[in-house]
């Protein structure tokens, strides 16, 4: 499996400044993914990371405040903007397990307190 | 959207019990995943099943993909201190997107 990091682990912010969390992973990957943990749920997908295309949102996220970049097949970045208390999650990215493999591999995840 | 259901929400373990907990769901899916994640951790994966009926095991844990393809369970046998934690279940339809059930928390008898 991937080995998969991710800057910063956690984070406290101040309402309406923005962090960008980055994950790097260990070997060439073509998708990349983005979930949020709310405090005490499951896991939610964000979006989609294709290297060399736009991302893909899923319902109720949406660009302006979820930008992602994807500049390389090792790394992502997730940008949370504009951020309010309601954005106090675990991010999480994972990656795919292989070439037509359908499990993922997920990273540490990075802990963010808004106050 | 696919909802998953699964149950129970969390459940108390005496060591060496043997423990289960299901995941199902409205409709079909391809591939079930079963995850265990600790405080302040990513989940990890510890079983994938890609076929209807399969039975795959990983050392005591062991799950099943449902003949309906609507269904998956996880057994635990002789539960130790460090099975705590939360368990997932997620399933995969079309395409690469992973939809997770809600956890099953798995705590220590006081």
């Known amino acids: 499996s991937a080995v998969i990091s991710q800057k910063p682990s956690r984070d406290i912010c101040q309402r309406g400044t923005s962090l960008t969390i980055q994950c790097q992973v260990d070997?060439?990957?073509?998708?990349m993914f983005w979930y949020r943990q709310q405090p005490g749920q499951s896991l939610t997908l964000i979006a989609t990371?294709?290297?060399?295309?736009?991302?893909?949102?899923e319902s109720g996220f949406v660009i302006d405040k979820f930008p992602i970049s994807r500049p390389n097949l090792t790394f992502s970045t997730l940008t949370v903007s504009n951020m309010s208390p309601e954005d106090s999650s675990i991010y999480l990215c994972?990656?795919?397990?292989?070439?037509?493999?359908?499990?993922?591999?997920f990273g540490p995840g990075t802990r963010l307190t808004v106050l | 959207g696919q909802q998953l259901n699964q149950s129970p929400q969390s459940m108390f373990i005496q060591e060496g019990e043997d423990v289960s907990m299901n995941c199902t769901s409205s409709?079909?899916?391809?591939?079930w995943l079963w995850y265990k994640q600790d405080p302040g951790e990513g989940p990890v994966l510890l079983i994938a099943?890609?076929?209807?009926?399969e039975l795959t095991s990983n050392g005591r844990l062991t799950a099943q993909f449902g003949i309906t393809r609507k269904d998956s369970f996880l057994n635990i046998s002789a539960s130790i201190p460090s099975d705590v934690g939360i368990y997932f279940c997620?399933?995969?339809?079309?395409?690469?997107?992973?939809?997770f059930g809600g956890g099953t928390r798995v705590l220590v008898k006081p």
């Open positions: 990371a294709n290297q060399g295309s736009e991302a893909t949102y």
């Open positions: 070997s060439q990957v073509t998708m």
């Open positions: 994972s990656v795919e397990g292989g070439r037509g493999s359908d499990t993922q591999y």
């Open positions: 409709s079909i899916f391809n591939t």
């Open positions: 997620a399933g995969q339809a079309a395409g690469n997107k992973l939809t």
């Open positions: 099943l890609y076929k209807a009926g």
